[in-house]
């Protein structure tokens, strides 16, 4: 079965630095979607990322996909205290023949003032 | 509002009882998908259904049980509750079986459930 793999699980930054959350996973897959999920709240989708080389940018927020090596970065860009939350990797598996995803473990961010 | 709705949003009971979750997805998504998350488990695929029909299965217990009705909303049944069985449980919905190509999933607010 498919593995995803996130890393850090948990960052603590301070406002205007920079730092990249990675998402490693097992087996070829062609679809990966980064969500974001405050506190007690819903996930919310920010991106998916479609093929391999695949960039995407919102605000502060960068996310990059490595087929070849697995490999996912979500790049943050001079952060912002609004930024805090848990931020989830999800690799679509098609093994048995369905298709579901399968999230990492989450990495839980902190911005500080 | 995602659009998907799920109730109740707080349910506190007591072990060896049984609850059912319930999720309407949003308009026009056939398929359902539940997700428990908990702390040291992270989110866990439990089920899936589309259309009626199961498609995938996850890490279900047998205690557990699913169901997609003909209106397309999907209950989710949880019996013989253990105190490990607390966690936050998510309803997500898609248009057809592998989620949206540019959107994946949507998920609901989620159902805390607390068993004591």
């Known amino acids: 079965e498919l593995k995803v793999e996130q890393n850090p699980l948990f960052l603590s930054m301070q406002e205007g630095k920079n730092y990249t959350i990675y998402c490693n996973y097992s087996t070829t897959s062609d679809r990966l979607y980064w969500y974001r999920q405050d506190p007690g709240k819903s996930l919310e989708s920010l991106f998916v990322l479609l093929s391999n080389g695949a960039v995407k940018q919102e605000g502060r927020l960068m996310a990059s996909l490595d087929t070849k090596a697995r490999l996912s970065t979500l790049h943050i860009t001079a952060a912002v205290h609004d930024l805090s939350a848990t931020y989830f990797c999800?690799?679509?598996?098609?093994?048995?023949?369905?298709?579901?995803?399968?999230f990492g473990t989450g990495t839980r961010l902190k911005v500080l003032a | 509002d995602s659009g998907v709705t799920q109730t109740p949003k707080h349910l506190i009971t007591a072990t060896g009882q049984r609850v059912t979750l319930r999720c309407s997805p949003r308009?026009?998504?056939?398929?359902v998908y539940w997700y428990q998350q908990s702390l040291d488990q992270g989110l866990q695929f439990l089920i899936q259904y589309y259309n009626g029909e199961e498609r995938a299965k996850g890490n279900i217990l047998e205690r557990f049980s699913a169901q997609q009705f003909p209106d397309l909303h999907s209950e989710l049944n949880l019996s013989s509750l253990e105190l490990g069985d607390s966690a936050l449980y998510f309803c997500?919905?898609?248009?057809?079986?592998?989620?949206?190509?540019?959107?994946?999933?949507?998920f609901g607010s989620g159902t805390r459930l607390t068993v004591v």
């Open positions: 997500a919905s898609s248009v057809g079986s592998g989620g949206a190509v540019n959107y994946g999933y949507t």
């Open positions: 308009s026009g998504d056939l398929s």
């Open positions: 999800a690799v679509l598996d098609f093994t048995s023949g369905t298709y579901k995803y399968i």
